[in-house]
C-alpha cells in the first residue's frame, strides 16, 4: 500500500511498542506524517526519528492518557506539529496481572477504566474539531475478547465493550460531518502486554500469535477506503485459531 496514505496526518496513541508502534511505520512507509504518543519519551523519540528515516514527518509527543488535562493538550499539541488530523488510532491499551474479580482492587479498576477507556473518549471529544475539519478515519484497536470472552478479567473486558459502545455512538453522530470510525478486534497478538497475564503463555501460542504488524496492515486497509465506504468493525485472529 506504499502511498496510499500520502499526504494524511495521523495521530497515533499507544506508538511506543506493540500495535500502535507498529502501525505509527506502517502510516508513514503509506505516506502518512505521524504523531507518535505515549508515556515513554525514549521509546517515541525512538520511533520519531525511524518516521523521519522514512522520509516523513515524524513527531514524538509523551503524554500520560490517565491525565484527562494531558490528554486533551496532547491534541492540541498534534494539531500544532502536523496542522491538523486526518487519521486518529487509538492504540493504547492496559491490563494488570491481578484481573479475577476477587483480586481486584478499586484502584486498578479506576486505572483500567482511565487509560482503556477515559483516555479514549478525552482524546476523541477534544479532537472532534479536527477530525470534523478533515472528514477523518478514527481507528480504535480493542480485543477479539468483546466477540469471544476469555479470562482477560472484569476490567479490561467492561472497557473493550465500553469501548465499542464508544466509537459505535460516535459514528452514529458524526458520519454527517464525514468522520468514518472502526474497531479492531485482534486476538491473541504478541506484544508486550502477554508479559502481564498472572501466568505465562505457552511458547506454541505464542508462536502462533498474530504480529503487531498484522494489526498494521488492518489499520492500513480500513483507513484507505473511499469516503463512501468504511468498516465498522473488522475481527483479526491468528490462523491457528481455526485448527482447534
Same mark, same amino acid.
Given at each position: 500500500?506504499?502511498?496510499?496514505?500520502?499526504?494524511?496526518?495521523?495521530?497515533?496513541?499507544?506508538?511506543?511498542?506493540?500495535?500502535?508502534?507498529?502501525?505509527?511505520?506502517?502510516?508513514?512507509?503509506?505516506?502518512?506524517?505521524?504523531?507518535?504518543?505515549?508515556?515513554?519519551?525514549?521509546?517515541?523519540?525512538? +520511533?520519531?526519528?525511524?518516521?523521519?528515516?522514512?522520509?516523513?514527518?515524524?513527531?514524538?509527543?509523551?503524554?500520560?492518557?490517565?491525565?484527562?488535562?494531558?490528554?486533551?493538550?496532547?491534541?492540541?499539541?498534534?494539531?500544532?506539529?502536523?496542522?491538523?488530523?486526518?487519521?486518529?488510532?487509538?492504540?493504547?491499551?492496559?491490563?494488570?496481572?491481578?484481573?479475577?474479580?476477587?483480586?481486584?482492587?478499586?484502584?486498578?479498576?479506576?486505572?483500567?477504566?482511565?487509560?482503556?477507556?477515559?483516555?479514549?473518549?478525552?482524546?476523541?471529544?477534544?479532537?472532534?474539531?479536527?477530525?470534523?475539519?478533515?472528514?477523518?478515519?478514527? +481507528?480504535?484497536?480493542?480485543?477479539?475478547?468483546?466477540?469471544?470472552?476469555?479470562?482477560?478479567?472484569?476490567?479490561?473486558?467492561?472497557?473493550?465493550?465500553?469501548?465499542?459502545?464508544?466509537?459505535?455512538?460516535?459514528?452514529?453522530?458524526?458520519?454527517?460531518?464525514?468522520?468514518?470510525?472502526?474497531?479492531?478486534?485482534?486476538?491473541?497478538?504478541?506484544?508486550?502486554?502477554?508479559?502481564?497475564?498472572?501466568?505465562?503463555?505457552?511458547?506454541?501460542?505464542?508462536?502462533?500469535?498474530?504480529?503487531?504488524?498484522? +494489526?498494521?496492515?488492518?489499520?492500513?486497509?480500513?483507513?484507505?477506503?473511499?469516503?463512501?465506504?468504511?468498516?465498522?468493525?473488522?475481527?483479526?485472529?491468528?490462523?491457528?485459531?481455526?485448527?482447534?
Amino acid at each position: 500500500m506504499s502511498g496510499s496514505h500520502a499526504g494524511k496526518r495521523a495521530a497515533v496513541y499507544g506508538a511506543s511498542s506493540g500495535m500502535g508502534r507498529a502501525t505509527a511505520l506502517a502510516l508513514a512507509r503509506a505516506g502518512a506524517d505521524v504523531a507518535a504518543l505515549a508515556r515513554t519519551e525514549d521509546a517515541l523519540e525512538a +520511533v520519531a526519528r525511524e518516521i523521519r528515516g522514512i522520509g516523513r514527518q515524524g513527531v514524538a509527543i509523551s503524554v500520560d492518557i490517565q491525565d484527562a488535562a494531558a490528554a486533551r493538550a496532547s491534541v492540541d499539541s498534534v494539531v500544532e506539529a502536523l496542522g491538523g488530523i486526518d487519521i486518529l488510532v487509538y492504540a493504547t491499551g492496559w491490563n494488570i496481572p491481578g484481573r479475577a474479580l476477587e483480586l481486584l482492587s478499586s484502584s486498578d479498576w479506576e486505572l483500567m477504566q482511565r487509560t482503556n477507556l477515559w483516555g479514549l473518549y478525552d482524546v476523541t471529544q477534544a479532537a472532534l474539531p479536527a477530525l470534523r475539519e478533515s472528514g477523518a478515519r478514527v +481507528v480504535v484497536i480493542s480485543s477479539a475478547a468483546v466477540q469471544m470472552p476469555d479470562m482477560s478479567g472484569v476490567a479490561y473486558q467492561s472497557t473493550k465493550h465500553g469501548e465499542a459502545g464508544f466509537v459505535y455512538g460516535m459514528m452514529h453522530e458524526e458520519a454527517g460531518n464525514g468522520i468514518r470510525a472502526t474497531m479492531i478486534f485482534p486476538g491473541l497478538t504478541e506484544t508486550p502486554m502477554i508479559d502481564r497475564r498472572p501466568a505465562p503463555t505457552p511458547p506454541e501460542m505464542i508462536a502462533n500469535a498474530l504480529q503487531p504488524e498484522d +494489526v498494521a496492515e488492518a489499520v492500513l486497509f480500513v483507513t484507505s477506503l473511499p469516503a463512501r465506504a468504511y468498516v465498522p468493525e473488522l475481527v483479526l485472529l491468528p490462523a491457528a485459531i481455526q485448527q482447534r
